[in-house]
């Protein structure tokens, strides 16, 4: 029996990753798009407060279980910045190419140049769940100066990974799902939910 699951996103490329990875366990994934629903506030300070913030607010809309996630990068060096603004880093209106030349800046006179990714998976059962299904993932890489690669989205072509030589935006849709953190939190969450 197929069960339906919203996805609190409008990413296509987020859409259809869950999709392929959820389907052998029954759930035929939605986009809140496709229902019409809109985008909730972020207001916390934490990726796991906005994710399950995200999945409530899908699941009360429509009445479906939700998944929502929260991700970003987090460079020890800036405090754990951009973190849960990594979105937003440079302000409004939401630009990777802003977001990557303020981070380019920011990081320059620091000698530390580690960076990671983290993703938190929440899905609820339904709006009021009590016990929201939590998962996550970490991907460690350093920060380049100059871009390389023309796959990924978001801060990807200055994501180095060192034991590969290449950055996450020179890395195959395939490899880049198997190492990324959201990737990883995905895993896990199947695995607690299989």
């Not at 009590?130 to 023309?150: F, K, N, S």
Request: net charge negative.
């Amino acid at each position: 029996m197929t069960q339906s699951l919203v996805l609190a996103s409008n990413n296509a490329g987020k859409l259809a990753e869950f999709a392929q990875l959820l389907a052998p366990l029954g759930f035929a994934i939605k986009s809140q798009r496709e229902l019409d629903i809109p985008e909730a506030e972020e207001p916390f300070g934490t990726f796991v407060e906005n994710a399950l913030a995200k999945a409530r607010h899908a699941s009360q809309l429509s009445g479906l279980p939700a998944l929502a996630d929260d991700s970003g990068i987090c460079v020890p060096a800036l405090g754990g910045a951009p973190g849960v603004q990594s979105a937003r880093y440079a302000g409004e209106p939401r630009s990777d190419a802003a977001n990557n030349a303020k981070l380019v800046s920011d990081i320059a006179a620091h000698a530390d140049k580690s960076a990671y990714y983290y993703c938190v998976l929440v899905m609820v059962r339904h709006a009021d769940d009590p016990q929201p299904i939590i998962a996550d993932g970490v991907w460690h890489g350093q920060l380049i100066e100059q871009p390389r690669g023309q796959g990924g989205f978001g801060y990807d072509p200055y994501f180095f990974l060192p034991s590969l030589g290449k950055t996450a935006a020179e890395l195959s849709s395939e490899e880049k799902n198997n190492l990324s953190h959201r990737g990883q939190a995905l895993r896990a969450l199947i695995n607690k939910l299989s």
